[in-house]
């Protein structure tokens, strides 16, 4: 019975490693996360190899005076692309008016 509760304990931690690697990004000894601003991701990984920027405009429901409106809202996108060599994946880190939103794995890096 404590055998199968060990196992049970391990694969729960093994699954939760690998929720945390799609939210977080290891530079050196620092870690980048959802929410950080641009400047601590500079501060933490340094420059990325490219940068994309556009504008994307999206309508959202605004509770107001007793009812739903919808307001269309522009929101200022960069994905910033970092390669770190050939033993580590490519990362690319989206950023929706200057914060963190989303961490993504590429393929190996070159």
Do not use: H
């Not at 994309?52 to 522009?74: H, I, K, M, S």
């Not at 994905?79 to 580590?88: A, V």
């Amino acid at each position: 019975m404590k055998k199968s509760g060990l196992v049970l304990i391990c694969s729960m931690l093994f699954f939760l490693a690998g929720a945390v690697k799609s939210e977080a990004l290891r530079c050196g000894r620092d870690l980048v996360l959802e929410g950080d601003r641009k400047i601590e991701v500079l501060a933490s990984c340094g420059d990325p190899a490219t940068i994309d920027t556009w504008q994307e405009t999206r309508r959202v429901r605004d509770f107001r005076w007793g009812r739903f409106w919808n307001v269309w809202e522009t929101v200022v996108v960069e994905e910033w692309t970092y390669n770190f060599g050939p033993r580590r994946f490519i990362q690319v880190i989206r950023f929706e008016n200057g914060r963190v939103v989303k961490i993504e794995d590429g393929g190996y890096g070159f």
